[in-house]
């Protein structure tokens, strides 16, 4: 395998293939996918009440307040970033603090706070908000009121927002549309028009073209992925792992749509079996969609391996340990599509010989 000559290949392929109807589609679909749900039923991850917190003396008051797992908090360095970003509805509510507001309020002397609010925010993060506020600045007061409140969820599974049930769909969309039909519709193209055969006689060898493509794939799917991420600011708690649990997925796909690319001998044939694929490869974000069906069944479905860490890690703020063995599988099943892709190819080569 050479180095130097895969990523020269891999310029190629963003060079001419990146004016690929399927390559275009993959770059801009997510994004327009992302929007369209946005628009239509909310932001992402709008489950959570967001407070933005500007705290000039360091008060207790934030670090309980961050405490809270039922609302996303974030603090900002100034008043006026605090400003933009409430009044663009990037927050629901922004707090600004004083310097001597723990002090103050301890000591029972006159304060006071800054307090912005969103005006398309919804009523019920707004009420969290309040009630959330409230209860924790009578704790930094350290004063002992006679009624304690419990937060009980009814009919949790029921109301889960839809841009939450339709995230999945999101997630899988991307890396398979980048991963896998990138590198698929590029092999079959390459024989289309005779060129496949070309390449070999080039110094390159069967694995340098094939991990080239590949390659090319594992980027796309990654680049469009974190631009979904960074769009919806769902990076989670452990980022460094999401970027590694969605480079092994992007390189599943990419075997995969290798896999197709060698057996597949035109575009329409592709379409043909990549429709009759969608249940099995799609699947595991119908289960997550509706929650009222059986979550097991989706672990039956290969994909369930890539979507399902990806999405506590986003969503639920796993730690490694909770999709450990979810990874383990997907690296298990990633090599030996590389194997069967590899084998496939050498095949198909020796068959053509």
């Known amino acids: 395998m050479n180095i130097n000559r895969i990523f020269t290949l891999v310029k190629k392929e963003f060079l001419f293939g990146s004016k690929n109807f399927i390559f275009i589609m993959a770059v801009v679909m997510p994004v327009v996918l992302t929007l369209v749900i946005s628009l239509l039923v909310g932001t992402l991850f709008s489950g959570k009440p967001r407070l933005g917190i500007v705290d000039q003396g360091h008060s207790q008051l934030t670090a309980k307040l961050d405490q809270l797992d039922y609302l996303t908090t ?26 001597d507001f723990d002090r103050r309020l301890q000591a029972e002397a006159e304060t006071g706070m800054d307090l912005l609010i969103w005006g398309e925010s919804l009523l019920k993060h707004r009420t969290i908000l309040a009630v959330s506020l409230v209860r924790q600045i009578i704790d930094v007061a350290g004063r002992e009121i006679p009624v304690n409140t419990a937060l009980v969820l009814l009919g949790e599974e029921a109301n889960i927002l839809w841009d939450v049930r339709l995230f999945p769909f999101v997630v899988i969309i991307t890396i398979l549309l980048g991963g896998m039909m990138v590198p698929a519709t590029s092999l079959v193209e390459e024989k289309v028009k005779r060129t496949y055969r070309a390449l070999l006689i080039t110094p390159a060898s069967l694995r340098d073209i094939l991990t080239a493509k590949g390659l090319t794939g594992v980027i796309l799917a990654l680049f469009e992925g974190l631009l979904i991420l960074s769009i919806n600011r769902a990076f989670g708690s ?11 997925s992007g390189i599943f796909a990419a075997a995969t749509g290798i896999i197709l690319g060698v057996l597949v001998k035109d575009i329409s044939t592709l379409f043909t079996v990549i429709k009759s694929l969608g249940i099995f490869l799609y699947a595991p974000a119908f289960v997550f969609m509706f929650p009222e069906i059986p979550q097991w069944i989706a672990q039956i479905f290969p994909t369930y391996y890539l979507l399902n860490p990806i999405i506590e890690l986003t969503m639920n ?35 053509d010989a």
């Open 238 to 248: 452990q980022p460094a792992t999401l970027i590694a649990v969605m480079i092994i």
């Open 74 to 99: 974030e603090l900002y360095p100034s008043a006026e970033l605090l400003h933009t970003e409430v009044e663009r509805g990037a927050l629901d509510m922004g707090l600004v603090l004083p310097a």
């Open 317 to 351: 703020n796993a730690t490694w340990a909770d999709i450990a063995t979810d990874v383990y599988i997907l690296i298990g099943l990633t090599i030996a599509l590389i194997g069967v892709a590899g084998f496939l190819a050498r095949r198909a080569l020796d068959a």
